[in-house]
């Protein structure tokens, strides 16, 4: 996926895979699924979903799972990452986007209703002052 060149047809093309993957999610308490699809700088994407727990605390994203997936195969670089949540816009939570910024201070975050309404936003503009040791 060529993300410099084509920015906003990759980023509707991420969006459909998070859409894609949405389809995994465990989201039996909220029943709110949500997917994501992570592109690492060298084209390749990792996805996650939410994955919820009787005891709620225990429950993570699909940004997080996205993240988690790719950081344990080696991964560091990161481009964007899509968030697909059906028919309601979902930004990534506070604790999301604070993990992000660990890795990615400078990602791309995609979001939106459907492929044809999308919105890309820089994750400064989410998150303007991240924590960093
Ligand atoms: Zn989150």
Redesign the pocket.
């Known amino acids: 996926m060529d993300f410099i060149n084509d920015k906003f047809n990759s980023a509707k093309r991420l969006y459909e895979i998070a859409g894609e993957a949405r389809k995994n999610a465990y989201a039996p308490f909220s029943n709110f699924k949500v997917g994501a699809a992570l592109l690492t700088k060298e084209g390749k994407i990792y996805t996650g979903v939410n994955v919820e727990n009787s005891s709620y605390g225990a429950t993570i994203?699909a940004?997080?799972t996205a993240f988690v997936k790719a950081i344990s195969e080696g991964e560091r670089e990161f481009t964007a990452i899509a968030v697909s949540a059906g028919s309601e816009e979902a930004v990534?939570?506070g604790?999301?986007r604070q993990f992000i910024y660990e890795f990615a201070p400078e990602i791309l975050i995609i979001t939106g209703t459907d492929k044809n309404s999308i919105n890309i936003r820089t994750l400064e503009e989410l998150l303007p002052m991240g924590f960093r040791l």
Do not use: Y
Request: overall charge neutral; charged content about 30%.
């Open positions: 994203c940004e997080r990534p939570c604790i999301c």
